[in-house]
């Protein structure tokens, strides 16, 4: 058995049935954007929305829509914060836990690039906590700030083909050959 989670820090609890007839706005508020904050190692998030629209499936509810943050990430280099704008497509499904598997005569609808499976139990399930990891797997971790140049140079990092020394003109000479 997998332990317990913990609790999310941007929980929207949704009903399976019947699902909300319009499209679910998720705004984080205050509390829930530093929560979120720290989780994600940034230095802040300035605004979280995602409107999502919930369409019951066979064996599962389909949930697409948009999320847009505003952040500040560090840069991977200087370590120093930068505002990042963030805009992805939000598309998963919801899957009852333990389902018994399709017969032959059930169809499931599968493409390519499927989207993302998050497994509930009981009546609802934690359509914030889905936004917040929509949200974790948008930032990229090795972004580079407006910084990252000065910080190279300072540390003594110099661009590839770049390289002074005595070495610098042997080794750019194996390289032509």
């Known amino acids: 058995?997998?332990?317990?989670?913990?609790?999310?820090?941007?929980?929207?609890?949704?009903?399976?049935?019947?699902?909300?007839?319009?499209?679910?706005?998720?705004?984080?508020?205050?509390?829930?954007?530093?929560?979120?904050?720290?989780?994600?190692?940034?230095?802040?998030?300035?605004?979280?929305?995602?409107?999502?629209?919930?369409?019951?499936?066979?064996?599962?509810?389909?949930?697409?829509?948009?999320?847009?943050?505003?952040?500040?990430?560090p840069c991977a280099i200087s370590g120093e914060d930068f505002p990042v704008t963030i805009d992805e497509p939000v598309d998963l499904r919801f899957v009852e836990e333990n389902q018994r598997p399709p017969t032959e005569d059930e169809e499931i609808e599968l493409v390519a690039d499927d989207c993302d499976e998050i497994e509930f139990s009981g009546e609802m399930f934690d359509l914030g906590e889905a936004v917040a990891q929509t949200l974790g797997l948008a930032i990229d971790p090795y972004a580079e700030g407006p910084g990252a140049d000065a910080a190279r140079a300072a540390a003594g990092i110099v661009p590839?083909?770049?390289?002074?020394?005595?070495?610098?003109?042997?080794?750019a000479g194996l390289k032509k050959d």
């Open 1 to 73: 058995m997998t332990p317990p989670l913990p609790p999310s820090e941007l929980t929207r609890m949704v009903k399976a049935r019947p699902l909300p007839a319009g499209p679910v706005v998720i705004e984080a508020s205050a509390a829930e954007r530093a929560a979120l904050a720290v989780r994600f190692g940034l230095g802040a998030v300035e605004s979280l929305v995602a409107t999502v629209a919930l369409e019951p499936r066979p064996r599962a509810i389909r949930a697409t829509g948009r999320l847009t943050a505003q952040v500040m990430q």
């Open 160 to 171: 590839e083909g770049e390289q002074m020394g005595p070495l610098a003109d042997l080794l």
